[in-house]
Antibody, heavy 118, light 110 residues
Framework: QVQLQESGPGLVKSSETLSLTCTVS?????????WGWIRQPPGKGLEWIGS???????DYNPSLRSRVTVSVDTSKNQFSLKLSSVSAADTAVYYC???????????WGQGILVTVSS | QSALTQPASVSGSPGQSITISCTGT?????????VSWYQQHPGKAPKLMIY???NRPSGVSNRFSGSKSGNTASLTISGLQAEDEADYYC??????????FGGGTKLTVL
């Protein structure tokens, strides 16, 4: 059974960098598929942040591209998200997910709430 | 990229069928057969219900079906059950190799 688990600080100060890691079990990232990050502000809808392939090739949401970096560590079976210069608007539940092709995500982590404080 | 347009809410009685629409443009929904639908219960992660317009993942009830016409995709739930009450989101691949979601639809089972 494929499982994903987000980890990282639940509180980040404004203007700093948000860093999260997604640990995958039950499937080797090196085996294929894209791996992505999606967020959901409290009470609002879903927003795609970015995705990465095992090779390291990435795609990012154009509205966040200047602040986002997604990376992969196949040796640890993990992929990570860095979002710089955060503000209160970045407060959200952050999910990691497996993409089986063209943004159809079949496995999701439980999500982690990240609050940006001033 | 603009969000796809979904109705804010829909409702139906147990046993009935409902349809949720998802309207985009020729640069996303209309241009590719890569529309997916997600069900989200409160406090839970989204669950993939339909992918690539009309494909159902293993384990998803055949009461859920998807279709597309032009720039509008649709999710139909037949034989509505109480457990179907949730938020539903559509998503589409776009011409800029990105992913855009709809604003979400709250389904109420009366």
């Amino acid at each position: 059974q494929v499982q994903l688990q987000e980890s990282g600080p639940g509180l980040v100060k404004s203007s700093e960098t948000l860093s999260l890691t997604c640990t995958v079990s039950g499937y080797f990232i090196s085996g294929g598929y894209y791996w992505g990050w999606i967020r959901q502000p409290p009470g609002k809808g879903l927003e795609w942040i970015g995705s990465i392939f095992r090779s390291g090739s990435t795609d990012y949401n154009p509205s966040l591209r200047s602040r986002v970096t997604v990376s992969v560590d196949t040796s640890k079976n993990q992929f990570s998200l860095k979002l710089s210069s955060v503000s209160a608007a970045d407060t959200a539940v952050y999910y990691c997910a497996r993409d089986i092709g063209h943004y159809a995500s079949d496995y999701w982590g439980q999500g982690i709430l990240v609050t940006v404080s001033s | 990229q603009s969000a796809l347009t979904q109705p804010a809410s829909v409702s139906g009685s147990p046993g009935q069928s409902i349809t949720i629409s998802c309207t985009g443009t020729s640069s996303d929904v209309g241009g590719y057969n890569y529309v997916s639908w997600y069900q989200q219960h409160p406090g839970k992660a989204p669950k993939l219900m339909i992918y690539h317009v009309s494909n159902r993942p293993s384990g998803v009830s055949n009461r859920f079906s998807g279709s597309k016409s032009g720039n509008t995709a649709s999710l139909t739930i037949s034989g509505l059950q109480a457990e179907d009450e949730a938020d539903y989101y559509c998503g589409s691949y776009t011409s800029s190799s990105s992913w855009v979601f709809g604003g979400g639809t709250k389904l109420t089972v009366l």
